[in-house]
Every structure is written in C-alpha cells, then in structure tokens.
C-alpha cells in the first residue's frame, strides 16, 4: 500500500517528467487537467499538502 507521502513524491515527479499518463494513474480517474491555470492549481495544492510551500 501506498501512503500519502509517496503518492504526492510520485504525483511532483510525474509533474516534472511531464508524464501524463503517470500523474493520472498516481491521482486516479476523478481529476482532470485541462489547462495551464487548472495545472497551476493542482500543483500548488499538490506542494502545500505536501508541506512545500
């Protein structure tokens, strides 16, 4: 089982790399990015629940 750490890690790296069929499988079917100000948001959420910001 995956804890919530490992799957914001996972979720960043998959941001980084840009790989969008990984940031979908790590986050799952209910999420959906579609556009630049949607990604923005999702990634500053992504960053401050994982105490980054």
Do not use: H, W
């Not at 948001?41 to 910001?53: E, F, T, Y």
Request: one cysteine or more; hydrophobic letters at 35%; proline letters at 4%.
């Amino acid at each position: 089982m995956t804890g919530p750490l490992e799957t914001v890690k996972k979720a960043l790296q998959a941001y980084v790399d840009k790989d969008r069929a990984l940031i979908d499988s790590v986050i799952g079917r209910p999420y959906s990015f579609t556009s630049r100000s949607t990604t923005r948001s999702v990634a500053k959420s992504i960053l401050n629940a994982a105490g980054c910001q």
